[in-house]
């Protein structure tokens, strides 16, 4: 049987996630709490809050810098504004550090739908033409990525390659 956790184990608990992934504050705090509800505790109550700040201090545990990572990465992937919101919220980023990273999603919106459609053969990028019930799950398959309706209808009804490029 695995003892219960004290405060330094729980240190050195946080300390080997940290090296492992990037993280928030919020996510450190969650995976601790968990780990001392599987493993019990000893001693003086924990301050897993504390922990998370300090490590912040540190410079081990950025949010903005999570939050900047996370947006980049789902954008290139072709995911839009409130797929990214969305993740970052999951990620318990806070509102300000998530507003910074997504206020650059916002100019590049149709590339990023663009590049959602591609990787998906949805529009233009499919390769044969789609049905009206095709077209539909392609709808529904842009606005679930996070894509507004009006750039989604406009990639969705496209049919040829050429079209893309006019935009």
Known sequence: MIPPLDAPALERLALRYVERFATTRGKLSDYLTRKIRERGWTGEPADV?????????LGYVDDRGYAEMKTASLARRGYGERRITAALHAARVSQEDAAAAVDQVRDGAYDQALAFARRKRIGPFARTPADEDQRRKHLAAMLRAGHSFAISAKIVRLSDLEDVDDD
Do not use: N, Q
């Open 49 to 57: 809050a504390g922990i998370a700040e300090r490590f912040a201090e």
